[in-house]
């Protein structure tokens, strides 16, 4: 007996391991992440190609990806598709009966969709050459013959990457456009003053904020607290929390907010202006356009699908995520540097993917106690790729008393060393510690709202 011939531009089991993501409940990150990678066209297998379609669209229309929808849509398609699609609904029926219940691990999924996509890019590539060749047997001039190949060959390149190939002459119009509309750039102020001078204005959309610290350095503080800035200014977004479930979120935005020391906000004994002040903070604040997202066990497929997820349904323009090193990873067998530096690679890439401003907290290592210096970028615990990813690069320093009693405690004021800065000068910025109030900067410290 001869072994059935596999064929090598068909990876059978990626595409089944693809297709059954689509339903189970606990995979929809997975999920969504994998229906943004992939293009339908990858698939070799037609019914296959017909699923994803159809779980695309149920996306775009935000319905839920369940069986019973997925092959209503894939029915509706009929009469813009061939008649090999009238057979593969009933296939995809019998299929999705044959695989309920089953949930696919997590590990293969990377592995799973380069090989989906590759596969699917290659065998475009291999029906052109197979037309290239049949014009070629039936051409009289061999140099049209040869134009006729490059074009085909050049719309199979371009098919990948037009939208992000742009004509300097496009860009050129776009930059004076810019430059004549200035108060449509996007840019949101941070709460400080100083800081917003070193930031040429504030935070920018498709740029990631790192705020370093070590623990107990108010990193926490000062990103909820630009979230919060962002969202009093009328932007949406999302504030991920790896580290405080969302009832701690609030305590703390709302003692920043509304000024109202958090020991009384934590042991739930308001005094008469402390229920004064948060009555008034209410009324305001109830409005804010932030979501709050505490799953402990963050990894950047879901923190994609969530964010992607928010941008179609609020249009958000800003993302917090604290803190960094307790992102997971989905890939397995990796040092933990190089998954932080995925991960880091990942959000930045998803500030421009969606537009959007992300602030990232991140810790860092004891090196600069240990020396007794200031904390730098390469400070970063597994730092290699946040240093090289990150647009703007701040880093918190509370300095030491030097003389009385208190003698090495931690001062009253914090430093925010701006280490890094792509779009502006580096430098420090000197705010008064008022982590009793959730926040960072006295009044006087305090950039008004509407202002830099
Ligand atoms: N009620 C309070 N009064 C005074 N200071 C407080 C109070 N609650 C918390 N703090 C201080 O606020 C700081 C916490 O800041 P924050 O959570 O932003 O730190 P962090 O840099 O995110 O550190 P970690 O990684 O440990 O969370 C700590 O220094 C803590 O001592």
């Known amino acids: ?44 297998d037609p019914m296959f190609e017909h699923m994803w379609r159809a779980a695309r669209a149920l996306r ?47 590990g293969p999924f990377g592995e799973h969709i380069a090989t ?14 197979d037309s290239v060749r049949a014009q070629a047997l039936e051409a009289d ?67 990631m904020y790192v705020v370093g610290g070590r623990p107990g350095d108010g990193k926490s503080i000062s990103v909820l607290q630009m979230a919060h800035r962002c969202a009093e200014l009328g932007h949406a977004g999302l504030v991920l929390s790896a580290e405080m479930g969302a009832p701690e979120v609030t305590d703390r935005m709302v003692s920043s907010g509304a000024v109202v020391e958090q020991s009384q906000i934590t042991r739930r004994r308001l005094d008469d202006d402390g229920w004064n002040r948060i009555g008034e903070y209410y009324n305001r604040a109830r409005s804010l356009p932030i979501t709050v ?13 969530v964010a992607r997820e928010a941008k179609r349904r609020n249009n958000i323009r800003f993302m917090a995520v604290d803190y960094l090193q307790l992102v997971g990873s989905d ?41 007794e210096r200031r904390p730098k970028a390469s400070d970063l615990r597994e730092s290699g790729g946040i240093e090289a990813d990150a647009d703007v690069i701040i880093l918190h320093h509370r300095p030491l008393i030097e003389e009385g ?4 405690q931690p001062g009253y004021t914090v430093v925010l060393y701006v280490d890094k800065n792509r779009i502006g000068r580096t430098g420090f910025v000197e705010l008064d510690w008022r982590a ?16 830099a």
Request: charged letters at 25%; aromatic letters at 4%; one cysteine or more.
């Open 60 to 106: 775009d229309d935000d319905r839920a990806i369940n069986v019973r929808n997925l092959l209503g849509r894939m029915r509706d398609d009929l009469p813009q598709r061939s008649p090999r699609d009238h057979a593969s609904v009933q296939r995809a029926a019998r299929w999705f009966e044959g695989h309920a219940g089953h949930v696919p691990e997590v």
């Open 405 to 408: 009693d208190l003698k090495g």
């Open 116 to 129: 989906v996509t590759r596969c699917g890019r290659l065998r475009r590539l291999v029906e052109v050459l």
């Open 141 to 207: 001039d061999p140099a049209q013959a040869l134009t006729l190949a490059y074009e085909q060959l050049g719309k199979l390149d371009q098919a990948d990457d037009d939208e992000h190939v742009h004509s300097y002459a496009d860009l050129l119009d776009q930059f004076l456009e810019a430059q004549r509309t200035p108060d449509d750039a996007f840019i949101v102020p941070t709460p400080w003053t100083d800081l917003n001078g070193l930031l040429l204005g504030g935070l920018r959309a498709g740029r």
């Open 1 to 44: 007996m001869t072994a059935p011939v596999t064929d090598p531009l068909r990876p059978l089991e990626a595409e089944t391991y693809l297709v059954t993501l689509l339903t189970p409940v606990t995979r929809r990150a997975l999920r969504d992440e994998a229906l943004t990678q992939v293009d339908p066209g990858c698939f070799a």
């Open 331 to 371: 890939s397995r067998g990796q040092q933990r540097e190089q998954e932080v530096a995925a991960i880091s690679r990942g959000l930045k890439q998803l500030s421009r993917e969606l537009d959007i401003v992300v602030l990232v907290a991140a810790q860092l290592n004891r090196e600069n106690v240990r020396a």
């Open 293 to 305: 997202v505490d799953k402990p066990n963050l990894t950047l497929p879901y923190i994609k699908s």
């Open 436 to 451: 009793h109030y959730a926040t960072l900067g006295s009044t006087r410290q305090h950039a008004p709202i509407g202002g």
